[in-house]
């Protein structure tokens, strides 16, 4: 008799993360409105939209959790500053939390791209809390949440180490 774990796989999508410093934080110290309940607030700023992309693929994992990794092009111990927002359907944005990521010397595509390493939460407001794992020692660093209720996700990086991290990517996985 074969015993196989019965698992779908899921692949990671990308989560938009505007340009450090193009956007303001959104609900602490916000300079521009923003329009509770639309899932674009400031311009390229596009949430991902969760139920889409489960119904759009059928092989994709629904689940109630995402983990997080994060890229960009830097050097080591740059950092990024971001925060984390769901908006459930019809709902206000919601802050999830506040992170600080540093990139390590694990390279995603090129000397100059590389894995966030150190993930550092500096406000937990998520309802449920969330968890960072190996964070540190050059590997790549993960945050994880639970995503119930949640319809949309997406991430503001207000702030970078001086002329560092630039084109700041944030993957996410559901599982």
């Known amino acids: 008799m074969n015993n196989v774990l019965a698992t779908k796989v899921a692949k990671y999508e990308t989560l938009v993360v505007s340009a450090a410093g193009a956007e303001t934080r959104l609900l602490t110290g916000a300079t521009t409105a923003y329009n509770p309940g639309i899932p674009a607030p400031g311009g390229n700023l596009n949430p991902v939209d969760i139920q889409a992309l489960w119904s759009a693929d059928p092989s994709s994992t629904q689940a109630n959790n995402v983990e997080l990794i994060c890229y960009a092009t830097g050097t080591a111990d740059n950092t990024v500053e971001m925060e ?53 020692n050059n590997i790549i660093a993960k945050l994880t949440f639970e995503t119930t209720g949640y319809r949309y996700l997406y991430a503001i990086a207000y702030s970078t180490t001086t002329g560092a991290a630039t084109n700041i990517t944030v993957l996410m996985r559901p599982y």
Not at 87 to 92: H, T
Not at 107 to 127: F, G, I, N, P, Q
């Open 84 to 136: 984390i927002y769901g908006i459930v359907e019809n709902g206000a944005p919601e802050r999830i939390c506040d992170l600080v990521w540093i990139l390590g010397t694990a390279r995603h595509t090129s000397t100059t791209v590389l894995w966030a390493d150190t993930c550092t939460e500096t406000a937990d407001t998520h309802t449920t809390g969330i968890t960072t794992t190996d964070s540190g």
